[in-house]
């Protein structure tokens, strides 16, 4: 154990930021130039282990300890960043991970008692075509391929066509799928991204799965009319309707105890001053743990939603935009990781996790997964300003690392 060097993963961080960085902030988009560059640089901090390296069908790369058994703990991150992310979203859980590796094989002479695996994940971040989780949900199996065919970065250029320049055959991705085949767990490290660790002062936290998504456009239909003829009491207003959404989200929330709620959106048409509006289109993002209480957010939500429309008149459609069910992670891991936690600061906490990550869709191929948070300082991410302090970082590891051996005890008893 005394191999494990938490300070090296935090100079190894800010390393990676000075090469990959500006002065707006991190710029590792997936199958860019700089994408790139990191991944080489990622393979040169390894290059004194004896690890098998490999890019699978989807372009994630894989760094194997091979162990006395075949059973495999996963590690996974990834390097790609938002443009102008912040120096430690999904890069964090990849190092992390390298020193992992540096102590097991110093600690077993090269051979853990099980296969240890670190995987960095090509495109969790979707910036560039729009699609999160690209390289961990072509490996679940979870990716719609008719659907990501079509995808076109801002310049037009289709996903296939960017994946075919940096050596991906886009047909071929889903092959990916055999890295799993003998994965008993995943463990991933991320920081919160959220500030509930920092308003409770706590440096660590368990999480408990990822929120399932409700993702839709509510659309209230009304009339246009004169803004200065039509008295207040004729009007077939569609913003009104919309308007009064807003504060009835936040009650929807917190009704549901931990769920959340948001308008990210609205557009009114015809979108002149002199004019009542016609059409006003809102979108709404719901998001829970548990999807008996995501279903019910959806139906008050549609059911105030029809209540405000008849209120004004007015007619009301939804579409939805998108969806995924609520990924609980395992109990054992989640209690494995709450240890870990507890032996490195004294003080766990166990949380959800708001946003989507890789482990998601691991755990959606049936491998057991957990999740371990580290506090954002601001409680701000995907922005250059995203920060956590050095010695909750270097906490971060030691409990990762703590972890990690855990969940081999855990693997060895399968």
Known sequence: MSALNPRRTVAELKDLRALTGDENGAQRVAFTKTWLTARQWLRKRVEDLPLEIHNDDAGNTWFTLAGASPKCLLIGGHMDSVPNGGWLDGCLNVLAGVEILRRLHNQYGGKPPVTVRLVDWADEEGARFGKSLFGSSACSGNLNLNEARQLKDKDGIKLPDALREVGIDFEHVKESRKELENAFAYLELHIEQGPV???????????????????????????????????????????????????????????????????????????????????????????????????????????????????????????????????????????????????????????PSGPLHDAAEVAAAGVPTVMMFVQSLHGISHNKIEDTKEDHLEMAVTAFDKLADKAIGWIKQK
């Open 197 to 351: 660790l920092l308003d409770l002062d706590l440096p660590l936290a368990a999480v408990l799965g990822t929120f399932g998504v409700e993702r839709h456009a509510i659309t209230f239909h009304g009339q246009a009319a004169h803004s200065g003829s039509t008295p207040m009491n004729r009007r077939k207003d569609a913003f009104l309707a919309a308007a009064k959404m807003s504060p009835e989200i936040y009650r929807i929330a917190e009704r549901s105890g931990n769920g959340v709620c948001t308008i990210g959106s609205c557009m009114a048409k015809p979108g002149i001053v002199t004019s009542v509006v016609e059409d006003c289109r809102i979108t709404l993002d719901q998001r829970h743990l548990d999807a008996t209480a995501l279903a019910t957010m959806l139906l008050d939500a549609r059911i105030a939603s029809e209540k405000y429309a008849r209120e004004g008149n007015l007619t009301v459609t939804w579409d939805r935009l998108w969806q995924i069910d609520p990924c609980p992670f395992n109990n054992g891991l989640i209690n494995l990781c709450d240890e870990a936690i507890r032996e490195t600061c004294g003080k766990s906490h166990r949380m």
